[in-house]
């Protein structure tokens, strides 16, 4: 799914930007330009684009080390969404991570965002944790599983 076509392919550097502006209006704790292009050289992550026919739909940012994958970041650009493509992205994510080696699949969520725990319930996860005043505002993290 990463080569050519349509589906996941890696992020270009040059993309970056265009993320780390759509965090700054869409997310409370936006990723930076930086943070991306961090993951564009990790050895263990991978930013995930998920292009269509009519350009960008979203994107994800995945780590696999040692069997798990941890979902760092996930979105759908706004004018997709509540169209069935998180979960549709979400699917994609998991067969990712599945051919990399993973055989589970963990992320951490704000409590706040309920849109993103309703799609990760829907997906299949299961709550695993809660890990209290995770965030700067001082709003719990939930962490969250799936079997892959
Ligand atoms: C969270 C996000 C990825 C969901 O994407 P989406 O394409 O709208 O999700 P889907 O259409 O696949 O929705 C799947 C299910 O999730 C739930 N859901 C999604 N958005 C919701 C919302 N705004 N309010 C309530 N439930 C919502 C619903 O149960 C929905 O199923 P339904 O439409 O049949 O009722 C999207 O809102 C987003 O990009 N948010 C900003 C980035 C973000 O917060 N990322 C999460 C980081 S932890």
């Known amino acids: 799914m990463l ?10 550097p040059e993309e970056a930007a265009i993320f780390s502006d759509l965090e700054i209006t869409e997310r409370t704790y936006p990723w930076s330009k930086e943070s ?5 050289r990790s050895d263990t992550s991978r930013p995930l684009v998920w292009e269509g026919a009519d350009g960008i739909i979203g ?7 040692e069997g ?5 970041n996930i979105m759908i650009l706004p004018r997709h969404r509540r169209q ?5 992205l979400l699917s994609m994510i998991f067969d990712w991570a599945k051919s990399r080696g993973a ?15 309703k799609l990760y319930e829907a997906a ?7 890990r209290p005043h995770s965030y700067p505002g001082g709003e719990d993290s ?7």
């Open 59 to 65: 994107f994800g940012v995945v780590q696999v080390v």
């Open 68 to 72: 798990e994958a941890y979902l760092l």
């Open 36 to 40: 991306f292009l961090d993951t564009l």
């Open 103 to 117: 055989e589970r699949l963990f992320l951490d969520v704000e409590q706040t965002n309920s849109p993103a725990l």
């Open 3 to 12: 080569a050519e076509g349509f589906g996941l392919r890696l992020m270009k």
């Open 84 to 88: 069935g493509r998180g979960r549709e």
């Open 124 to 130: 299949g996860l299961d709550v695993v944790g809660r």
């Open 142 to 148: 939930i962490m969250m599983k799936k079997d892959l």
